[in-house]
């Protein structure tokens, strides 16, 4: 098996392979443990059912670096974020092979394309969200988020693009993308995690409610409903204490919601109830990463085992009909359809 053998390659010259994927396929981050510089990249073909670990560093002859947190395709180029390392890997989507980078960054999160010319990055870090040009990889600004330090995942509707703040926080900031200036905020529970919108142009996040001892505070968490409009809570279901709700996504046609919370949870975005019963129940698992396709909307979910082994990503109909599982890298945590 391939990923055994590289997962242990940390020391000396790794060698560069060629690679020619067709067609459709997946990638999927894999965090790799906190200061071990073991993150990595797996390729996964959904037609052949063939996995590929450590692409990156198999294409590249070099390690991706420390805890990948998140990637984006753009125009045949995707950006791969390493959060401890500050920097992103801008790869070939065809070969893998890296065309070049961002550097210099405290503790980059997620991007977002406004243009050709103009992405935001966020950061768990800086009390700053970074600007730059995809097409030079130049930084062309900073955005003051006004002491937040913890930006994430961003939507957008008309020009305002939308980011939580996770760590010790619970606002939604709201920033003018002519301006690249923050407006306004919305105030929610402890710690909104992650951040969708909707087909009727709702944005949804759930909140983890901190943890026991936590100077910030500790409450039972919630999953909320946001119209983008008017930027008010429209609807809130709440946890019981102790929850971890987590990895809010969409379908492709964006009218169904899914998250883990201990199980996998599924729910029309227009429903006021909360269903009875999971998507995926709970089976010792530890559901950690979870996407949908958006042309299929097949689901896939990552399980980490224990942080420790290769992880696991099972392969589900929107019927929740189990089609495949392959093994993946450490701690697989974010996707992104190619």
């Known amino acids: 098996n391939l990923f055994f053998c590289f997962s242990c390659m940390d020391y000396g010259p790794i060698e560069t392979e060629d690679f020619a994927p067709t067609g459709d396929g997946l990638f999927i981050t894999n965090e790799g443990n906190f200061m071990y510089g073991n993150a990595s990249l797996s390729y996964y073909d959904p037609k052949t059912k063939q996995v590929e670990n450590e692409v990156f560093a198999r294409a590249n002859g070099m390690k991706l670096g420390d805890v990948a947190q998140s990637m984006i395709i753009r125009d045949g180029k995707g950006y791969v974020v390493v959060n401890n390392s500050g920097v992103i890997f801008v790869i070939d989507v065809n070969n893998f092979k890296v065309l070049g980078n961002i550097k210099g960054l405290t503790s980059p999160r997620y991007i977002y394309f406004l243009s050709d010319t103009k992405a935001y990055i966020t950061d768990l870090y800086a009390p700053v969200i ?22 994430e995942q961003m939507v957008q509707y008309g020009k305002y693009v939308f980011t939580n703040c996770w760590s010790y926080d619970n606002k939604i900031l709201v920033i003018d993308s002519e301006k690249d200036e923050v ?9 909104p995690t992650s951040l969708v919108i909707d087909k009727y142009n709702k944005i949804w996040t759930v909140t983890d409610g901190g943890y026991e001892g936590s100077p910030y505070g500790y409450t039972a968490p919630s999953l909320y409903r946001i119209d983008a ?18 990895e809010v996504n969409l379908n492709g046609t964006r009218d169904t919601l899914y998250f883990i919370n201990n199980d996998v949870w599924c729910l029309d975005v227009t429903t006021n109830r909360f269903p009875l019963r999971p998507f995926l129940p709970y089976k010792g698992t530890l559901f950690y990463g979870l996407t949908v396709d958006p042309v299929t909307s097949e689901v896939y979910v990552a399980d980490a085992i224990d942080y420790v082994q290769p992880g696991v990503v099972y392969r589900f109909t929107p019927q929740a009909v189990p089609l495949d599982t392959f093994r993946v890298g450490i701690i697989p945590g974010a996707f992104c359809f190619k």
């Open 130 to 151: 970074t600007v730059f040009n995809p097409q030079t990889l130049e930084k062309i600004g900073r955005i003051d988020t006004k002491g937040h330090k913890s930006t």
């Open 183 to 191: 407006v306004d905020s919305i105030t929610l529970g402890i710690q």
């Open 229 to 246: 409009a008017t930027r008010k809570v429209e609807k809130e279901f709440k946890f019981k204490k102790g929850d971890w709700p987590s």
